[in-house]
C-alpha cells in the first residue's frame, strides 16, 4: 500500500498527490469565484459566491491535514529505518522545499511594489518572508495568502522537536491536550478577544487540524492497534459516513454561526477521509487521486499557491468571474509549473542532497565518539 525508496530513504504515500489537488483546487476556485463585494449581489448568486468563500478554508485545511499525517509518517519512518530523528537533516529538507519558491514570489512582489505597480502596506512583506504573517493585522491582497504558510511553518517548527525530546508515548499526549486545548480556546477567543486581524487565521486557532492527523499518523503505524485501525478506515462505510458527516456541517454552517464547532469537526474527519484512501489506493477513488492529471496538479500545488494572488483577483461580479476564471488559471498554472521546474525542484533535489550529507557526517561523528568511548 505504502512504497519506500531505499536511495533516499523517503516513503511514498498514494494518493497524497491527489488531496493536494483538490486542496489547490478548492482555494481556486474561492479565490477565482468570491466577487469583492458580495453583499451587493442578488440572492442566488450571493449564494453562490458565500459557497466559493467557504471552499478556501476547507481547502487549506485539507492541506493541514496532509501535513500533520504526512509529516508525522516521515518521522517515524525515519526513526523505524535509522533509529533516530534528525532534526538538522528535516529542517534542511523543509526548508530548501519551501524558502526558495516562497522568497522568489514576495521578491518579485516587492519590485512591482517599488514601482508602484502593486501597493503594500508597511511590513507586511517581512511578515510573510518570516511567517508572522497570520498576525500581522495590515495585509493587502498580494500577501494574504502567506497567513496559512505561516501557520505551517509554526507547525514544522514545534512538532518534530516535540516528537524527538518527547518520545512517541508522551508526545501522543501532548497532541491529545493540545486538541483539547484548542477545542476550549477558540470558541472562547472568539467570543472575547478581538483583534484587527482573521481570528482563525492565527496558529493557536488551528492546531487541532495538524494535531487530529498526527495523531492518526501514529496511531495506523502503531504495531498493535495500527493493522486493526487501518482495517476500519478502509472500509467504504467509514468514508462514506465521515464525507456525509463533513458536508452536512458545512451546509448547516452556511445558515448557522457556528465556526468552532465546524472546525473542530472538519478537523477530525478530513483527516479519516485522508487517511482511508492513501491504505486503499487500489480502489476507484483512490485511482482517481492517484490518475496523471491529479498527480501533477498535486505536485506543483504549493507553487500555484503561491502564484495565484496576481492573477485571482476578487472579480467585480459572478459574471465576469466565470468568463475569466479558465483564462486566469491557465497563466496561474502555466507561471507555477516554470516555478516549480526552475525553483522548487532543484531546492528540493540540492535540499535531500545537503540533508543526506549533514545526516552522514552526523552518524560519522557519533560512531567515533562511540567508538573512542568504548575503547576508553
Known amino acids: 500500500m505504502m512504497s519506500a525508496s531505499s536511495s533516499s530513504g523517503s516513503i ?3 494518493t497524497l498527490h491527489g488531496w493536494r489537488a483538490i486542496a489547490i483546487a478548492a482555494v481556486l476556485l474561492c479565490h477565482g469565484f468570491a466577487p469583492a463585494n458580495p453583499e451587493s449581489l442578488p440572492r442566488t448568486q450571493r449564494l453562490i459566491a458565500e459557497i466559493a468563500l467557504r471552499l478556501g478554508p476547507q481547502g487549506v485545511s485539507l492541506f493541514f491535514a496532509i501535513s500533520g499525517f504526512l509529516i508525522t509518517t516521515l518521522l517515524l519512518y525515519e526513526l523505524e529505518r535509522t533509529g533516530r530523528i534528525s532534526l538538522p537533516g528535516f529542517y534542511i529538507r523543509r526548508g530548501f522545499r519551501i524558502l526558495p519558491p516562497a522568497l522568489l514570489y514576495l521578491a518579485i ?3 512591482l511594489s517599488a514601482f508602484g505597480i502593486v501597493v503594500l502596506f508597511k511590513g507586511e512583506l517581512l511578515s510573510a518572508a518570516l511567517w508572522f504573517n497570520n498576525y500581522w493585522p495590515n495585509r493587502t491582497w498580494w500577501t494574504q495568502h502567506y497567513w496559512s504558510l505561516s501557520v505551517e511553518e509554526h507547525f514544522y ?3 518534530p522537536t516535540l516528537l524527538v525530546l518527547l518520545g512517541i508515548r508522551r508526545v501522543r499526549w501532548i497532541g491529545a491536550a493540545l486538541i483539547v486545548a484548542t477545542a476550549i480556546w477558540r470558541p472562547w477567543s472568539l467570543e472575547h478577544i478581538h483583534v484587527n486581524l482573521p481570528s482563525l487565521q492565527r496558529t493557536d486557532m488551528r492546531l487541532d487540524a495538524f494535531m487530529f492527523a498526527c495523531l492518526l499518523a501514529i496511531l495506523v503505524r502503531d504495531p498493535e492497534s495500527g493493522p486493526r485501525l487501518i482495517a476500519i478506515l478502509v472500509r467504504p462505510s467509514v468514508r462514506i459516513a465521515a464525507v456525509l ?7 448547516v454552517s452556511i445558515r448557522v454561526e457556528m465556526q468552532a464547532t465546524r472546525f473542530l469537526i472538519q478537523s477530525a474527519l478530513l483527516p479519516l477521509i485522508v487517511v482511508s484512501a492513501v491504505y486503499s489506493p487500489a480502489d476507484w477513488f483512490g485511482r482517481l487521486l492517484e490518475s496523471r492529471p491529479l498527480k501533477w496538479l498535486g505536485h506543483v500545488s504549493y507553487s500555484v499557491y503561491l502564484w495565484q494572488m496576481p492573477f ?3 472579480p467585480p461580479d459572478l459574471h465576469s468571474a466565470a468568463l475569466w476564471f479558465l483564462p486566469r488559471t491557465a497563466l496561474v498554472m502555466l507561471v507555477a509549473y516554470l516555478s516549480y521546474r526552475v525553483v522548487e ?3 528540493m533535489i540540492y535540499g535531500r542532497t545537503l540533508a543526506e550529507r549533514v545526516v552522514r ?8 565518539v ?3 568511548s568504548w575503547s576508553a
Open 109 to 111: 512582489i516587492g519590485i
Open 157 to 159: 517548527l514545534f512538532w
Open 361 to 368: 557526517r552526523r552518524q560519522a561523528r557519533f560512531a567515533i
Open 370 to 372: 562511540t567508538h573512542a
Open 245 to 251: 458527516a463533513l458536508a452536512v456541517v458545512w451546509v
Open 12 to 14: 511514498y504515500l498514494p
Open 312 to 314: 485571482l483577483t476578487p
Open 345 to 347: 525542484m532543484p531546492g
